[in-house]
């Protein structure tokens, strides 16, 4: 059975840091690409991140560029999201899931992100 | 990379059929056969339901379908059942990102 465990949310002061781990278990991790999607309080899902099977590859959405960095570790079988200078509007959910093709075909069940004062 | 255009909300009487429609550019719906759509109850995980634009992975039921045409997307609901009410997303492959759509909340009436 296919498990993603995110961890390392919390609250968190504008301008901070904080490193996302996406534990993964069930499936062969070193072979397939990964991704970050979030979700805003009470808002739609947005997608942050991803990286290809190996780590070679890396893409990012816009307003998370030169501020977050998506890296895996294929041997501890874990994705990370290192997230810097941290937003108000960086505040969500954050999922990390598991890509086959060009779609999220596995969710982990999320961690909250509060970038507050 | 802007959000995919959904309407905000469709809604149908159970047995009915409701089709979201999902409008992007040629830049993502239009330029690749990556569509995928995506249920979230509330507080809940999302689940894929369409990948591939018209694929359906192994446990949903084929009530649920997918189209495409030029730059927009389609999700039908045939035989609508009090479950599907649910928040539907889209989401296409954009070259060198994904760009999910604003979401659709579909009411069993």
């Known amino acids: 059975e296919v498990q993603l465990l995110e961890s390392g949310g919390g609250l968190v002061w504008p301008g901070g840091s904080l490193r996302l781990s996406c534990a993964a278990s069930?499936?062969?991790?070193?072979?397939?690409?990964m991704s970050w999607v979030r979700q805003a309080p009470g808002q739609g899902l947005e997608w942050v991140s991803a990286?290809?099977?190996?780590?070679?590859?890396?893409y990012y959405t816009d307003s998370v560029k030169g501020r977050f960095t998506i890296s895996r570790d294929n041997s501890r079988n874990t994705l990370y999201l290192q997230m810097n200078s941290l937003r108000g509007e960086d505040t969500a959910v954050y999922y990390c899931?598991?890509?086959?093709?060009?779609?999220?075909?596995?969710w982990g069940q999320g961690t909250l992100v509060t970038v507050s004062s | 990379q802007s959000a995919l255009t959904q309407p905000r909300s469709v809604s149908g009487s159970p047995g009915q059929s409701v089709t979201i429609s999902c409008t992007g550019t040629?830049?993502?719906?239009?330029?690749?056969?990556?569509v995928s759509w995506y249920q979230q109850y509330p507080g809940k995980v999302p689940k894929l339901m369409i990948y591939?634009?018209?694929k359906r992975p192994s446990g949903v039921p084929d009530r649920f379908s997918g189209s495409k045409s030029g730059n927009t997307a389609s999700l039908t609901i045939s035989g609508l059942q009090a479950e599907d009410e649910a928040d539907y997303y889209c989401?296409?492959?954009?070259?060198?990102?994904?760009?999910f759509g604003t979401g659709t909340q579909v009411a069993v009436l």
């Open positions: 899931a598991k890509q086959v093709g060009g779609s999220h075909v596995y």
């Open positions: 069930g499936f062969t991790f070193s072979t397939y690409a």
């Open positions: 990286t290809s099977y190996d780590g070679a590859v890396t």
């Open positions: 040629s830049s993502d719906v239009g330029g690749y056969n990556y």
């Open positions: 591939d634009v018209i």
């Open positions: 989401c296409s492959y954009a070259g060198t990102s994904y760009v």
